[in-house]
């Protein structure tokens, strides 16, 4: 059973910092390209950014480029979004994905696979 599990949500003020982790789980991890997408309150859930099976390629939307980096381990089987710079339309409940690694990286929901339960990241002004 794939099992992929978001930590390190939080309420924060502008400017600041914060680290969100997903553990993976019951999947070969290295066999996986993995993204972050967000939703806030009353939106459809967007693209944030995604990172390819062996690390070596990422990509972001345009409202977070500069701002956050996404990372992986795949010894620990972990995908890290370290957000910096925040503003309060960052506030939104952040998913962690996995979809099998095609040749390139994918921006839209349904292509991929698994989800996680997500976790609220809250930017106060």
């Known amino acids: 059973q794939v099992q992929l599990v978001e930590s390190g949500g939080g309420l924060v003020q502008a400017g600041g910092s914060l680290r969100l982790s997903c553990a993976a789980s019951g999947l070969t991890f290295e066999s996986y390209d993995m993204a972050w997408f967000r939703q806030a309150p009353g939106n459809e859930r967007t693209f944030v950014a995604a990172?390819?099976?062996?690390?070596?390629?990422?990509h972001y939307a345009d409202s977070v480029k500069g701002r956050f980096t996404i990372s992986r381990d795949n010894a620990k089987n972990t995908v890290n979004l370290q957000k910096n710079s925040q503003k309060p339309e960052d506030t939104a409940v952040y998913y962690c994905?996995?979809?099998?690694?095609?040749?390139?990286?994918?921006?839209?929901?349904?292509?991929?696979?698994?989800w996680g339960q997500g976790t609220q990241v809250t930017v106060s002004s």
């Open positions: 994905a996995a979809g099998l690694r095609r040749s390139r990286l994918r921006i839209r929901e349904y292509e991929y696979d698994y």
């Open positions: 990172i390819t099976w062996s690390g070596g390629t990422t």
